[in-house]
């Protein structure tokens, strides 16, 4: 089994910045990708950005230029820094790792609320 602990979340004002943790213990296959996602108030869980192995990383549209993705495989860890965030980046974000052999894990979420 795997585990992720995320860490980082907070409230913070517009145009503040903001760094997410996740922390991948267990046994760990092979893995395909690691990403964060989100999930807004009254909306539905959706791709931050993503890391595949080897491969590309993808941002949304949304947060490209201000959010930046890093991977240390070593240490089995992901992080999330955020800076110029806004209202709309409200929401409780998940950490994601999909193993090569497909298997999706969730970490239990950390909110980030932006508000002044």
């Known amino acids: 089994q795997v585990q992720l602990v995320e860490s980082g979340g907070g409230l913070v004002q517009p145009g503040g910045s903001l760094r997410l943790s996740c922390e991948a213990s267990?046994?760990?296959?092979?893995?395909?990708?690691m990403g964060w996602f989100r999930q807004p108030p009254r909306g539905q869980r959706e791709l931050v950005a993503a890391?595949?192995?080897?491969?590309?990383?993808n941002y949304a549209d949304s947060v490209k230029g201000r959010f930046t993705i890093s991977r240390d495989d070593a240490k089995n860890t992901l992080d999330l820094q955020m800076t110029s965030l806004k209202p709309e980046d409200t929401a409780v974000y998940y950490c994601?790792?999909?193993?090569?052999?497909?298997?999706?894990?969730w970490g239990q979420g950390t909110q980030v609320t932006v508000s002044s």
């Open positions: 994601n790792l999909v193993s090569q052999k497909l298997l999706m894990y």
């Open positions: 267990g046994t760990i296959d092979r893995i395909y990708s």
């Open positions: 890391i595949v192995s080897g491969g590309p990383t």
